[in-house]
T-cell receptor
Framework: NAGVTQTPKFQVLKTGQSMTLQCAQDMNHEYMSWYRQDPGMGLRLIHYSVGAGITDQGEVPNGYNVSRSTTEDFPLRLLSAAPSQTSVYFCASSPGGFNTEAFFGQGTRLTVV | QQQVKQSPQSLIVQKGGISIINCAYENTAFDYFPWYQQFPGKGPALLIA?????SEKKEGRFTISFNKSAKQFSLHIMDSQPGDSATYFC????????????FGQGTRLTINP
């Protein structure tokens, strides 16, 4: 079982470059989310999706775009990378409903120079 | 603003001791309180979770204590083992289960052998 797969694992970008972080899940989960993890701040929600074609903003959405064309995939796009976006990014999926578990990928460590 | 506040930031416990991590929340609409465990280089994984209609939940050596009136909950790890050394995050969400989690800042736990 692959679970939630994120690519790439590591990335270095120059300020102003754009890129897409990939996330795929094979559990047929309705819900998918993107979080960023920064030291001393825990994980903060960037964007989330409750199903194919439906996305919404989380706590820290600025500078990021998402789309959900299939149940399996939920890519995160950085439009114009900034040093403040240096972070570890985690994708998560969950089946929805109460008392359900969020399954996280292994993360993408992004450095913007 | 941090809706879920976690303490301490770091904790060192001797093998066999009790590890206690505390969290406080502000939003009374939260109705799901999970704890996640994260090892270096990995994504967070669900450890244990509680709903506010119970005051305590125990799974093996891990116990959540919940105080609804004080808006606080805590994780107790009994007979702590070196393999428990990890970062622990408390979290909270409302209505949507694990879809939109609000995380605490995290606690780095070290169990000395």
């Amino acid at each position: 079982n692959a679970g939630v797969t994120q690519t790439p694992k590591f990335q270095v970008l120059k300020t102003g470059q754009s890129m897409t972080l990939q996330c795929a899940q094979d559990m047929n989960h309705e819900y998918m989310s993107w979080y960023r993890q920064d030291p001393g701040m825990g994980l903060r929600l960037i964007h989330y999706s409750v199903g194919a074609g439906i996305t919404d903003q989380g706590e820290v959405p600025n500078g990021y775009n998402v789309s959900r064309s299939t149940t399996e995939d939920f890519p995160l796009r950085l439009l114009s990378a900034a040093p403040s976006q240096t972070s570890v990014y985690f994708c998560a999926s969950s089946p929805g409903g109460f008392n359900t578990e969020a399954f996280f990928g292994q993360g993408t460590r992004l450095t913007v120079v | 603003q941090q809706q879920v506040k976690q303490s301490p930031q770091s904790l060192i416990v001797q093998k066999g001791g009790i590890s206690i991590i505390n969290c406080a929340y502000e939003n009374t609409a939260f109705d799901y309180f999970p704890w996640y465990q994260q090892f270096p280089g990995k994504g967070p994984a669900l450890l244990i979770a509680i709903r506010p209609d119970v005051s305590e939940k125990k799974e093996g050596r891990f116990t959540i204590s919940f105080n609804k009136s004080a808006k606080q909950f805590s994780l107790h790890i009994m007979d702590s083992q070196p393999g428990d050394s990890a970062t622990y995050f408390c979290a909270a969400s409302m209505n949507q289960g694990a879809q939109k989690l609000v995380f605490g800042q995290g606690t780095r736990l070290t169990i000395n052998p």
